[in-house]
């Protein structure tokens, strides 16, 4: 399984992106898909995450009502549009996918993208 990130840049406070993950190789039945940030100097966070066919969703407090995870099928992309952004988001975006998901801390993923970068300034 290979995943690629894209849509980060560099945007001012208020601005909304939309970051997505694309699947590539084989893939596998009853997977979660979610998104990561790392922020210079801190350790990997969980953002939100997407059961295989999108029927569940999972928000970190932080980012509920503001971020939305969707996708349309198992295989297609999954996207992560980020509303009102914040210089607190400023860090590399990295999704991840993994089979046997249960609190979606970082080690229970199996498969992870090269990141990409969002810079919100103020």
């Known amino acids: 399984v290979q995943l690629q990130a894209s849509g980060g840049g560099s945007v001012q406070t208020g601005v909304s992106l939309r970051l997505s993950c694309t699947f590539s190789g084989r893939t596998f039945n009853n997977h979660r898909t ?14 939100a995450a997407i059961s295989w066919l999108g029927q569940n969703t999972f928000y970190a407090d932080s980012v509920k009502g503001r971020f939305t995870i969707s996708r349309d099928a198992a295989r297609s992309p999954v996207v992560l549009a980020m509303n009102n ?25 199996t498969w992870w993208g090269q990141g990409t970068l969002v810079t919100v300034s103020s």
């Open 85 to 109: 952004l914040k210089p607190e988001g400023t860090a590399v975006y990295y999704c991840a996918s993994g089979r046997y998901v249960v609190t979606n801390a970082p080690a229970e993923y």
């Open 34 to 47: 979610a998104w990561f940030r790392q922020a210079p100097g801190k350790e990997r966070e969980f953002v």
